[in-house]
């Protein structure tokens, strides 16, 4: 018999004095702008990041030595509202599309300027228990300080 394990979702909200539609066109479009350059999974310092604009697209990084890696794929596209996509990515921080993980973002307009933008992270489980235990914690702590890089970026 196999056990079947569960691992909770990390899901952050935050809102922005930007409309719905410059809030995802800054998440989606602009994450060169606001990503930090830090927070990399390629070989060498990270140079840019870029989401393609599709279901299917990827969020990719380029480096610095010119190679890529994929940070994940468009599983839904649906602009202005929301995004889901594949985070692959293992327990070590390296690219690996075996085990991915997901992440859905939603843009809800609060008033004319103001939008709601909530962040579920999920499906931990494909990385094992330990694996996926690992990465929970370490989006849980990470989301918040890199979603406020978003605000500022949307507020400007």
């Known amino acids: ?77 649906e602009p202005p509202v929301r995004i889901v996509f594949s985070w692959e990515i293992d327990a070590q921080w390296k690219p690996d599309a075996t085990v991915a993980s997901e992440v859905e973002v939603t843009f809800t307009p609060e008033g004319p300027n103001v939008t709601r933008v909530d962040l579920d992270h999920r499906g931990f489980e494909s990385l094992g228990q330990e694996g996926g235990g690992k990465m929970r914690g370490a989006v849980d702590g990470g989301w918040p300080g890199i979603l406020e890089l978003f605000k500022s970026e949307a507020e400007r």
């Open 1 to 77: 018999m196999s056990k079947t394990i569960v691992i909770a979702p990390v899901r952050k909200s935050l809102t922005v004095n930007a409309t719905q539609a410059r809030a995802f066109e800054v998440f989606t479009n602009g994450i060169d702008r606001w990503w930090p350059k830090g927070h990399s999974i390629g070989a060498t310092p990270l140079r840019r990041s870029v989401i393609e604009p599709r279901q299917g697209g990827r969020w990719y990084t380029v480096h610095e030595d010119g190679s890529e890696a994929v940070v994940g794929h468009m599983l839904v596209w």
